[in-house]
């Protein structure tokens, strides 16, 4: 079965940068586009951005754009986002997400359980 | 950006009842819209994309309906494992989420 893991807690002191793993699992890796989504504390679902991991393209929300990069490991089945400069507004849960398909239709069908990330003094 | 808004933003109903979510979009979207349920602890889990069509193994007691701007997600007849947080999703402009519903027991 489709499965996503992503690597545990961060705790990380203000202007440090974090790196995310989300390592996947029963499907073809290179088929699928994998989203960044986070959920801090009382505010709704935002993607970050995406790879498409076949063929190594990716996007950035504008909201993101400068402070997170998307890279991946082919060879590992694994997804890596990292996110610098961060402040306390980072403070959240972050998922990655396969983007999946049904012609026009895209969607989130599977996600990783989450890794909580605390930006603290 | 296109703004998703959900209502009501907290719903109780009891076991065995009917509930309906809203979700409206600032600017038609067409059927690109998703619905996901959150549990406690848990990653969103997909439900329904193109506005109707049910995720695989999501029961038949899901159900979504609507186009452009006005959409709803009716759950038949709810079970205990029901309870929980639901997000609308657009996907036709870049990717955004409602701020959710509740959906808690009365």
């Known amino acids: 079965q489709v499965q996503l893991v992503q690597s545990g807690a961060e705790v990380k002191t203000p202007g440090a940068s974090v790196k995310v793993s989300c390592k996947a699992s029963?499907?073809?890796?290179?088929?699928?586009?994998i989203f960044w989504v986070r959920q801090a504390p009382g505010q709704r679902l935002e993607w970050m951005g995406w790879i498409d991991v076949g063929y190594g393209d990716n996007k950035y929300s504008q909201k993101f754009q400068g402070r997170v990069t998307l890279t991946k490991d082919t060879s590992a089945s694994t997804v890596f986002m990292e996110l610098r400069s961060l402040t306390s507004e980072d403070t959240a849960v972050y998922y990655c997400?396969?983007?999946?398909?049904?012609?026009?239709?895209?969607?989130?069908?599977?996600w990783g359980q989450g890794t909580l990330v605390t930006v603290s003094s | 950006e296109i703004v998703m808004t959900q209502s009501p933003g907290t719903l109780s109903v009891s076991p065995g009842e009917r509930a309906t979510l809203s979700c409206r979009a600032s600017q038609s979207v067409s059927s690109s819209l998703a619905w996901y349920q959150q549990r406690p602890g848990q990653a969103p889990r997909l439900l329904i994309y193109?506005?109707?069509t049910r995720a695989t193994g999501i029961p038949a007691r899901f159900s979504g309906s609507g186009y452009g701007t006005e959409f709803t997600l009716t759950i038949s007849s709810l079970q205990f494992e029901d309870f929980a947080i639901y997000y609308c999703q657009q996907y036709s402009n870049w990717y955004t989420f409602g701020q959710g519903t509740k959906l808690e027991i009365k």
């Open positions: 029963g499907y073809s890796f290179t088929d699928y586009t």
């Open positions: 997400a396969r983007r999946g398909y049904s012609g026009a239709d895209l969607y989130f069908d599977h």
């Open positions: 193109g506005a109707s």
